[in-house]
């Protein structure tokens, strides 16, 4: 039961805490109920939702009782962001994306046995609020001067755009969270990022004024690259999201493989349930040998299972072989070869081009003397032959699942071509 605190710790997985030693002691008395918010600012969560997820997965294992609260009523108010105010989205839209992240939690999570896991909506208990009610029972407790010291308060406050009452209340919102929480189910610990902390302890100060007890919070770090931006959200080609469409397993697979060494020890303690032995091992092997980038291909691997499965994550890694001629393409899907060259470079051209009208349609060549020479050289391919003509004609009949090409120039720069009709 207090196992679980110093694996998180050694995972790096604690930034802030409460009293680690009252909820140690508390753990020790036996299962604790904890809970942790998600709310549905978007259709898909990110990566750095899923460090919240697995967060909770990780207590969950060591015995105690998840409570995994999706914000169909925070998801409407918007929590403060430093820069600006956030588009309120539609009640109908809001709703919807609550059933899609409900969908993203329930797969990481164990919904039977003594500490079965619970998903829990605040709307059901915020909506029957009247605002006469909310004011008298729950912001009466609350103390302005406070609330303007939280973090995404105080810097808003301070830019030109100021901040809405709506957001403003966010805090008292989130805070009345935990108290029902408690109320219901007797939960006693919530976790979430270091940047909500000033939200979190909204909770455990009114708990504590409400109910006259103490109750627990744990807070992850961000996950952020070396210039500070969130790995879940600002990736320089866009957020890592969970969901395939918006994010395919062939992308979510490249990102970790191309991350900087820099980053991956902490990533593989922190995303994945490889054991302490077996990562200590992998980082080792990686300091010896950096250019294989042992520790990024385990950690694009494990990343990709725990989010798309150990099927979708075989085609990934076939698919990143065979790009480079090391597998055969014949064996990919339509789908993860189109998510794998679109990544590269995909662009439509008419059966039976030459190959060197391919090759300059894909950026391959800038001009068919270009494109002459490539072949000349012996370093042209389509799907991984050898072309020896670049005025060989290109049927449709060459072309793999989905009527796609992978046209490859040298050992490492490769592009696809979508046939369709002349």
Not at 7 to 32: F, N, V
Not at 108 to 125: H, R, T
Not at 362 to 371: M, P
Request: hydrophobic share 40%; glycine share 10%.
């Amino acid at each position: 039961m207090t196992d679980v605190l110093e694996d998180l710790q050694w995972r790096g997985l604690i930034a802030l805490s409460t009293d680690l030693d009252e909820l140690r002691a508390e753990m020790a008395k036996g299962p604790i109920t904890y809970y942790c918010g998600f709310d549905p600012t978007a259709p898909s969560l990110h990566i750095g939702n899923l460090l919240q997820v697995l967060t909770v997965r990780r207590l969950q294992l060591a015995g105690h009782r998840p409570l995994a609260l999706v914000g169909g009523a925070t998801g409407l108010i918007g929590d403060p962001r430093p820069s600006a105010e956030r588009q309120l989205n539609s009640a109908d839209t809001v709703a919807e994306w609550v059933e899609r992240i409900k969908r993203h939690i329930e797969p990481y999570l164990d919904f039977s046995g003594s500490n079965a896991a619970q998903i829990v909506n605040n709307y059901d208990w915020t909506a029957p609020m009247s605002a006469i009610d909310f004011l008298r029972e729950i912001g009466k407790h609350f103390r302005v001067n406070k609330m303007l010291t939280k973090d995404a308060v105080s810097a808003r406050l301070n830019s030109d755009a100021g901040i809405s009452y709506t957001e403003f209340s966010y805090q008292i919102l989130q805070g009345m969270d935990f108290l029902e929480l408690y109320r219901r189910y007797g939960c006693k610990l919530q976790t979430g990022g270091s940047d909500q902390w000033g939200n979190l302890t909204a909770g455990t100060d009114l708990i504590h004024r409400v109910e006259g007890v103490s109750v627990h919070l744990l807070a992850t770090p961000l996950l952020v690259n070396s210039a500070g931006e969130k790995l879940g959200k600002s990736t320089g080609g866009g957020s890592l999201w969970m969901d395939a469409e918006m994010t395919s397993p062939y992308a979510l697979y490249q990102y970790f493989v191309n991350l900087e060494d820099a980053l991956v020890g902490g990533l593989l303690r922190k995303l994945t349930f490889l054991e302490r032995e077996e990562i200590e091992e992998i980082e080792k092997e990686s300091a010896e040998r950096p250019s294989a980038r042992i520790g990024q291909r385990r950690l694009a691997e494990e990343m990709t299972k725990i989010v798309h499965g150990a099927e979708e994550t075989a085609q990934v890694i076939a698919a990143s072989q065979a790009l480079f001629g090391r597998g055969s393409l014949g064996e990919l899907t339509a789908s993860t070869l189109r998510a794998a060259l679109s990544e590269a470079g995909l662009v439509s051209a008419p059966a039976g081009s030459t190959v060197a009208d391919l090759f300059i349609a894909a950026g391959l060549a800038s001009s068919r003397n270009e494109a002459r020479r490539t072949v000349a050289e012996g370093g042209a391919y389509v799907n991984n032959e050898r072309v020896g003509d670049a005025e060989e004609v290109v049927p449709a009949e060459r072309a793999l699942a989905g009527g796609l090409l992978v046209l490859r120039k040298g050992k490492r720069t490769f592009a696809g071509v979508e046939f369709v009709a002349g």
